[in-house]
């Protein structure tokens, strides 16, 4: 069906939704080009840098090379440079890339989208049950790879046919994953994940794009990933919410893409809402572990052996439609 423009028009019915949503509505939705293939394929080059831990040889390697791969698919690339404090206090260089990619045809001003991704990995493996496992690095092919990768393929799709109706931003968070490890037994700061976006918000007064929404993915590729409405999403961003799951649904990843409402989760796209960006946040949310999140969360065996063309596909065709 890929590359074969399919126009779905689905009725949405009130049975199967949440009690809280009584509407009933319909939803054109096209099917956009998106492989997951070359999504997958993304995901083993940025696992083949090692872990993007700030400041690691993984991290230079990965972020020169989606400079690289953003201006190829004809964005103009901008590094957004700053410093922010970690988890111990001690300041640290982030840099966020942003690609910037215009309208095909020219919009009525309703302002950009922009797409997030994060491309750092964790540092600590703070999941693992053996203390020492703790210290090594997270492989980050689902948290971390599996997001940039999709957005990689969005980007090659729009460099291959441009029909954008509004411009679009592709940006790869820097310093998401860093947050304080268990293993740190030091004063306790605040708000130490997500330093990039936190970076991101801080100077958006100062620029001159104006984002409608914001979609941010996190770790959407492992095998029968679900998607749940995650709260904070729902709180800032609630009709971009339905409108991405309804989208989701029509184009038949209602298996994915769960009417469910999740507890909040602090991640990037909290702070581009509390920046005034309405961000929704896509993001594999597993209510039936302990932590919250799937069993290879920030271990070991977050790798390749957990991604799956299929979820990669969902996701970029959900995504592509929203263009
Ligand atoms: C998502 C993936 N996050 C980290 N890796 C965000 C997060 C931060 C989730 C703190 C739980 C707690
Ligand atoms: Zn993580």
């Known amino acids: 069906m890929c590359g074969k423009k399919v126009i779905v028009c689905l009725l949405l019915v009130a049975a199967g939704l949440m009690s809280c949503r009584k509407s009933v509505g319909t939803v054109q939705v096209e099917r956009r080009a998106f492989s997951s293939d070359s999504a997958y394929a993304f995901i083993e080059q940025q696992l083949a840098f090692g872990p993007r831990v700030p400041l690691s040889k993984g991290h230079t390697d990965c972020a020169v090379w989606l400079v690289q791969q953003l201006r190829r698919y004809g964005a103009s690339v901008e590094l957004q440079k700053g410093s922010l404090p970690d988890y111990a206090g001690r300041v640290q260089p982030i840099i966020n890339i942003i690609g910037h990619f215009s309208a095909d045809s020219v919009s009525d001003n309703k302002g950009s989208i922009i797409l997030c991704a994060h491309y750092d990995t964790r540092a600590w493996c703070d999941e693992e049950s053996i203390y020492e496992d703790r210290l090594y690095n997270v492989p980050g092919a689902n948290d971390g790879a599996s997001g940039v990768a999709v957005l990689l393929e969005v980007a090659r799709q729009i460099g291959l046919s441009n029909t954008l109706k509004q411009p679009v931003d592709i940006v790869f ?56 409405r995650e709260m ?75 991604v799956d063309r299929t979820t990669l596909q969902a996701v970029g065709e959900v995504v592509m439609s929203l263009l």
């Open 173 to 228: 968070f820097d310093y998401e994953d860093q947050g304080t490890p268990r293993i740190y037994t030091g004063v306790q700061r605040e708000n130490t994940w997500c330093l990039g976006s936190q970076l991101f918000a801080m100077q958006y007064p100062n620029r001159s794009e104006r984002y409608m929404y914001g979609v941010l993915l996190d770790m959407v590729g492992a095998p029968n990933a679900v998607f749940p």
């Open 232 to 306: 904070y999403s729902v709180q800032y961003a609630q009709n971009y919410v339905e409108l991405i799951w309804r989208k989701a649904h029509a184009l038949g990843y209602g298996r994915y893409f769960s009417d469910k409402v999740s507890f909040p989760i602090t991640d990037d796209h909290y702070y581009l809402n509390l920046a005034g960006i309405p961000c929704v946040d896509i993001i594999h949310y597993d209510s039936h572990n302990a932590a919250g999140f799937a069993e290879w969360w920030h271990t070991r065996n977050d790798d390749i052996e957990n």
